[in-house]
């Protein structure tokens, strides 16, 4: 009996030993991201107020320099595209004007072998009327300014001339060369001989 006695101490024994070092070793933590179970004795750490700061500045830099480089982007392709189509602005106009430049060339031909002088004066018209309708289609219009009242904001004056009556001083009395509005823009201002 007293062999059993001294067979159940010594299980006891062993068995809290067994228990004391499993006790140590083993990991009871509950978050599986996190091994071991020192961070449950650990006190939890507190965020101070520089720290959030220091956060914050560090979101805003972020922010900061992803919409600057946006902007710089948007700059980019913005000037991109209006290089590509003040390129490409004319090209329209031109496939129109090449249409008179042939009809012209065929009348340059004409004129060379024939003497019908009406039939050219005809043909050179029927292109100045085309060449004329292609460019007031695209909204070009000349402006009158023969016998209308001189405006410099119109009109550039090359010259004065004694005007022939008095209801002509100060008034437009010949064009030298014509004046033009794009779509009622100036692009042009007319030339004139003014009465004084």
């Known amino acids: 009996m007293a062999e059993n006695a001294r067979f159940a101490a010594n299980l ?5 030993k067994e228990f004391k070092s499993t006790e140590n070793e ?8 996190v091994p071991g179970t020192t961070h449950l004795n650990e006190p939890v750490k507190e965020v101070s107020e ?4 220091e956060v914050e500045l560090a979101d805003l830099k972020d922010k900061y320099l992803r919409q600057a480089a946006e902007f710089d982007n948007f700059r980019k ?6 290089l590509e189509m003040i390129q490409t602005a004319g090209k329209e106009v031109i496939g129109q004007l090449l249409e008179v430049l042939d009809d012209m060339e065929r009348a340059e031909k004409q004129m060379e072998s024939s003497e019908d002088l009406p039939a050219l004066k005809e043909g050179a018209s029927l292109i100045f009327n085309k060449l004329r309708n292609v460019l007031q289609g695209r909204g070009l219009k000349a402006m009158n300014a023969k016998g209308t009242e001189f405006n410099p904001d119109l009109h550039e004056a090359i010259t004065e001339i004694p005007a022939p009556s008095q209801e002509w001083v100060g008034k437009v009395i010949d ?4 004046g033009y509005y794009l779509n009622d823009k100036i692009i042009r201002f007319a030339k004139v001989v003014v009465g004084k």
């Open 12 to 16: 006891y024994d062993m068995e809290e």
């Open 26 to 33: 083993m990991d009871i933590n509950s978050d599986s991201d």
């Open 50 to 53: 520089f720290e959030k700061l």
């Open 77 to 82: 392709r913005t000037a991109k595209e209006r």
């Open 175 to 178: 064009e030298v060369e014509k």
